[in-house]
C-alpha cells in the first residue's frame, strides 16, 4: 500500500504565485524525495531530503521534513507555465532495502 | 551518458498472452527498481534487485509476475497470462546506492492489455 498521501491533490495557480504541496508518511524514513512527472512517464529526481535535514533548497524549490509531524512540503517559488506537472514524493523507508513508497501525487497547473 | 532504457516504448497485447519488457539501467548502477503506474495513480513499487544479493519481490501482485536481472545489468520483467487490469505504464529506474540514492527513472513501458 501508499504510505505517501500528498495534499492537495491537485492545484492551479498563476505565473509568478509560489506553489506549495504537502506529504504525510507513516513509518520511519531514512530519506524522502520529490519527484516531478511529465505526461504519464518518466519520473525526474528533484530533491532529497535526509531524516536528519529539516530543509533543503535547489533553485526556486525548497523543501521542509518535519518528522516529528511525518510530514515534508515542496515548495516551488515564482512559477512558471513549465512548472505544470504532477509532483510526487517518495519515502525510503529505515531498514529497509532501499525501496521508495511513493504517494499518489500532486497536479499541478500553473496558467500562464 | 546514456540514461535508463526501457523497450518497447509501447505494447499493445491480447489478454491471455505473455508479454517482456525490457530496462537497460545506467551503467554502474548497483540497484534495479520496477513499479508500475496506472492511469492517474502513483507509483505502485514492484520489485527491486541490489547486486548479488536475493532481490525484494514484495511488490510483486501475482505469480503471473517475474522479473530477472542478468549480469547484474539488463532486467526483463515478464507478465504471464496478461490481464486487462495489469494496463499500465511500467517504469524502471536505477541507482547507485539501494538506501540512500537517488533514483533515475527510464521513459517506462505503456502496456495496453485488450
Known amino acids: 500500500s501508499q504510505q505517501g498521501e500528498e495534499d492537495p491533490q491537485a492545484l492551479s495557480i498563476q505565473e509568478g504565485e509560489n506553489a506549495t504541496m504537502n506529504c504525510s508518511y507513516k513509518?520511519?524514513?531514512?530519506?524522502l524525495q520529490w519527484y516531478r512527472q511529465n505526461s504519464g512517464r518518466g519520473l525526474v529526481h528533484l530533491i532529497l531530503?535526509?531524516?536528519?535535514?529539516r530543509e533543503k533548497h535547489s533553485g526556486r524549490l525548497r523543501v521542509t521534513l518535519d518528522t516529528s509531524k511525518k510530514s515534508s512540503s515542496l515548495l516551488i517559488t515564482a512559477s512558471r507555465a513549465a512548472d505544470t506537472a504532477s509532483y510526487f514524493c517518495?519515502?525510503?523507508?529505515?531498514?529497509?532495502?532501499?525501496?521508495?513508497?511513493f504517494g499518489q501525487g500532486t497536479t499541478l497547473q500553473v496558467k500562464p | 551518458g546514456a540514461g535508463v532504457s526501457q523497450s518497447p516504448s509501447n505494447k499493445v497485447t491480447e489478454k491471455g498472452k505473455d508479454v517482456e519488457l525490457r530496462c537497460d539501467p545506467i551503467s554502474g548502477h548497483t540497484a534495479l527498481y520496477w513499479y508500475r503506474q496506472s492511469l492517474g495513480q502513483g507509483l505502485e513499487f514492484l520489485i527491486y534487485f541490489q547486486g548479488n544479493s536475493a532481490p525484494d519481490k514484495s511488490g510483486l501482485p501475482s505469480d503471473r509476475f517475474s522479473a530477472e536481472r542478468t549480469g547484474g545489468s539488463v532486467s526483463t520483467l515478464t507478465i504471464q497470462r496478461t490481464q486487462q487490469e495489469d494496463s499500465a505504464v511500467y517504469l524502471c529506474?536505477?541507482?547507485?546506492?539501494?538506501?540512500?540514492?537517488?533514483?533515475?527513472f527510464g521513459p517506462g513501458t505503456r502496456l495496453l492489455v485488450l
Open positions: 529506474a536505477s541507482s547507485t546506492l539501494g538506501r540512500q540514492g537517488t533514483q533515475y
Open positions: 531530503i535526509r531524516s536528519n535535514e
Open positions: 513509518t520511519s524514513i531514512n530519506n
Open positions: 517518495a519515502t525510503a523507508v529505515s531498514g529497509n532495502t532501499g525501496k521508495l513508497i
